[in-house]
């Protein structure tokens, strides 16, 4: 039995979230996921705890097509964090009946990280979303020992979680045994895509390669039988595959049709449990 798939922002970013929502009905996803803050400073996001019409209309879409909102990004635990400055993106969150929030951490204060994690989830609970803790290796949490240590400072909120990205498990000093060892109740969901392999030499190639460079799974050299063999099969994913050159050349469609067919063929060959 398949998982359901969820059409990550980051694969289309240049559609609006009721376009995206639009384009994953039409080529077989059952979610979509909502890019509403920047991952960067000049970023594209679509902030829509503040656009009421883009949020009605994303609303709209997704009940006519079924296609529900997964996951928000993108939360950032940076030494300032506050909580409660983020109450409308839960309420918007709520809204479109998201389930999870995308969280990256970036402060060097571990123990302040913990404490701030703990302080969103506890915020966002009432909203019916968790907060998903990614670790990437460019960032503050660049592996998921430190991604586990901190999720055990903030005394592992039962809506806390760790978000696996293959790209980023496959290029962090993360190993396979340890995927197996997290506690099933903080696996919400996981990002699926490949690379080439090997990891880059700069941290400037591993973060292009993550934004602009990602491949179709089974083109590359990430283990993903390995990373999802050891996760729960009904586990959603989310499709997250940038690619600045192919993805224009195909097209939208075309693109998003041909990630999904081939997430969907690396779950297909995982064995049976």
Known sequence: MQPPFSLAHLTALHLTPPELISLAADTGYQYAGV???????DGEAYALMHDRAMLRETIRRSRETGVGVFDLEILRLSPDFRAQDHLAFF????????????????DPDEQRQGDNLAALCEAARPFGLTADLEFMPWTLVPDLDSALRILHLAGTPENAGILVDAIHFGRSDSRLEQLAQIPEQLLHYAQICDAPAGIPDTEEALIFDARCRRLLPGEGGLDLPGIFGRLP??????????????????GDHEWARQ???????????????
Do not use: D, K, Y
Request: net charge positive; aromatic share 0%; proline share 11%.
């Open 35 to 41: 890019r509403m803050l920047p991952a960067t400073p």
């Open 91 to 106: 309420e918007a969150g709520a809204e479109l009946g998201a389930r999870a929030m995308l969280v990256a951490g970036n």
């Open 259 to 273: 990630a999904l067919l081939a997430a969907q063929a690396v779950c297909r060959q995982l064995p049976r449990t």
């Open 233 to 250: 099969r009904s586990l959603p994913i989310s499709v997250e595959i940038p690619h600045h050159l192919r993805a224009p050349a195909l």
